[in-house]
């Protein structure tokens, strides 16, 4: 048979339904696909392994043992999820049309191949694992359908094309012509249920295509890289989880930060913080909807328990998200351990509180109609920080190292009093209007006394510490200093001496320091790419416009062919690593582009 490696992580295309995702390799192979929901586990786990833990392979035909081309080209179909590869061959050109309808029933992919020019022989390979690549299903024909069970889970081939098994695995041999038109859909189901209804699957690419450009047409952004912004859009719609609201940080886990290394995280949860700012950026851009279901998603996660609220959630609120390790899979590149759930749920990060009470703040500016609910849990999360925010903690980068008086903490737990104060002079909600103005006014002073290192004009990552952190480049964005300040300007330009590397972007933090227990964990990283486009703002901010337009044309062209981020950019390697794709990479990018078009950067 033919053979398959995974690709580099910017080989890989986005397609979803808005309940769970997969991954599309250059070469048409499916590598990476949860079944029914983000947080399921994997029926094709091959991105984490090899072909022997599940894959779904469409291409044009090739001799044994050699390796599957990759497509010549592929792009989006317009502004939309539905992906378009093709194949020019030695007698002809095919396409492979690649998409998930948003669900209504089962959730199913659907893969179209047709014939362009030419005659073109193509094969698909479609091996099913269940569990994360552990388990061999039992494979079966019902009719003339194929039906996969293992357990708990059923999935479902349908095609118009001849199938059969060897080597457990399922084939179709087929060539296609001018005109020509094959359907292949695989639909999940509990293998308990009767099977799920015969998939139409022209009329769900039309209804597919029509879901995208409706919601497109939503969007208020007009200006200058639009379509960049439309891409980062789609993509964090993609990554909101239909049913409840909540947003995933990234469909994938345990893709490297450091490749070959052991900075492999679980991101299929709901991280408050990066859905906070995922909600932000979709208020700036017209999507209301989406910002008053995350809204009501964050009440029932919190409930009637603000004292203890988590980091992070699943994405119906689960609470529980233990972190175990898949030993069976060797992992992306042999980065292992492989790990699933997130033990990172249950630190103290109290910059969640500030980010939480700044989406909710933005979203009343925004007019999103009032909840009194949010309005009470507010003051609540607000009676927890009076109380707490003098605590060391985890921070915004989940150290598994000892808890510090972090700045960037401190500074969000300033901005969830700051917004509840404003609140409160609005006249929406009544609270202790006096007390708050005096607890604001503490923690600010507390911030620049001991967060704030005058021989070196800069804040400082903690209190007490030398090390510089990105998340200060927060400070002026945040409304904590004025841009022009100079302890803002100061830390602005030691980031860039410090922290940047030699193409401009930015490390959230030395990874190499002289205190080792920094983060607990062995090995580097790449510079993170959500920093970086903070650099870009910070250098707007402070009158440095074209500086900041040359850094955030620089952070475009990392994106993929179709125009994605991972978390991070590898500068040795000159590859994205880290999740993909990440909402905290696109995020920012469509925050940078507004703050860039609103100053006047691509005018002239």
């Avoid at 992306?332 to 351990?337: A, F, K, T």
């Amino acid at each position: 048979m033919e053979f398959h490696v995974a690709g580099r992580i910017e080989d890989y295309a986005l397609i979803g339904d808005m309940q769970t995702a997969a991954l599309v390799c250059r070469d048409g192979t499916v590598d990476w696909l949860c079944l029914p929901r983000f947080d399921s586990p994997a029926v094709f786990a091959g991105l984490l392994g090899t072909d022997q833990h599940g894959f779904w392979r469409i291409g044009p035909a090739v001799p044994e043992g050699e390796k599957t081309p990759d497509a010549t080209r592929r792009h989006y179909r317009g502004e939309s999820l539905v992906l378009e590869s093709e194949w020019d061959t030695g007698s002809g050109t095919a396409r492979v049309v690649d998409f998930m309808p948003p669900r209504d029933g089962a959730p199913q992919v659907i893969r179209i191949v047709e014939g362009v020019s030419g005659r073109v022989a193509m094969r698909s390979s479609l091996r099913m694992r269940f569990s994360y690549g552990q388990v061999v299903p039992w494979v079966q024909q019902v009719g003339d359908r194929t039906v996969a069970v293992a357990g708990p889970d059923s999935v479902w081939l349908d095609t118009d094309v001849e199938t059969y098994g060897e080597d457990l695995t399922t084939y179709s041999d087929f060539t296609v012509s001018p005109g020509d038109r094959y359907c292949f859909t695989i639909s999940w189901e509990p293998s308990h249920k009767p099977q799920p209804s015969l998939p139409d699957p022209q009329g769900s690419l039309t209804a597919t295509e029509d879901f995208w450009r409706e919601w497109v047409e939503q969007c208020t952004y007009s200006g200058p890289y639009r379509e960049a912004v439309i891409r980062s859009l789609i993509t964090l719609k993609a990554l909101t989880y239909g049913p409840t609201g909540g947003i995933v940080a990234a469909p994938t886990t345990s893709l490297p930060e450091d490749i070959g290394g052991v900075r492999n995280w679980d991101y299929r949860f709901t991280w408050l913080r990066d859905a906070a700012i995922t909600l932000s950026s979709l208020l700036r851009t017209g999507y209301r909807e989406e910002a008053r279901a995350w809204r009501e998603w964050l009440l029932r996660a919190v409930a009637g328990d603000p004292e203890n609220l988590q980091i992070m959630y699943g994405i119906a609120g689960e609470r529980e998200l233990g972190e175990n390790m898949l030993h069976w899979l060797p992992g992306y590149e042999g980065s292992s351990p492989v790990r699933i759930g997130n033990g990172a749920a249950h630190q103290l990060q109290l910059d969640v509180y500030g980010e939480v009470t700044e989406a909710l703040h933005l979203g009343h500016m925004t007019g999103l109609a009032r909840n009194d609910y949010a309005s009470v849990l507010q003051l609540k999360l607000i009676r927890y920080l009076e109380k707490h925010w003098m605590e060391p903690d985890e921070g915004i980068w989940e150290v598994r190292g000892p808890r510090r008086h972090f700045v960037h903490s401190k500074v969000m737990a300033w901005v969830a009093v700051d917004r509840t104060v404003k609140l409160i002079e609005s006249g929406e909600i009544e609270g202790p209007l006096e007390e708050l103005k005096e607890l604001r006014d503490e923690i600010h002073y507390d911030v620049c006394e001991k967060g704030y290192d005058r021989e070196r004009n800069t804040f400082t990552q903690s209190y007490g510490s030398r090390e510089l952190d990105a998340s200060l480049l927060l400070i002026p964005q945040m409304g904590f200093l004025p841009p022009d300040d100079k302890r803002v300007i100061g830390t602005i330009e030691a980031i860039q001496r410090e922290l940047s590397t030699e193409d401009g972007f930015v490390l959230r933090y030395p990874t190499s320091s002289v205190d080792e227990n920094l983060d607990g964990l062995p090995g580097d990283e790449g510079a993170f790419l959500a920093c970086s486009f903070w650099l870009a703002d910070d250098l707007a901010m402070i009158g440095r416009v074209q500086e900041a337009r040359r850094l955030f044309e620089k952070l475009l062209a990392l994106r993929n062919d179709l125009g994605l981020l991972a978390e991070e950019w590898d500068p040795r390697r000159q590859r994205q690593v880290g999740n993909f794709p990440q909402a905290f990479s696109h995020v920012p990018l469509i925050d940078t582009a507004l703050r860039l078009t609103a100053c006047g950067a691509f005018e002239g």
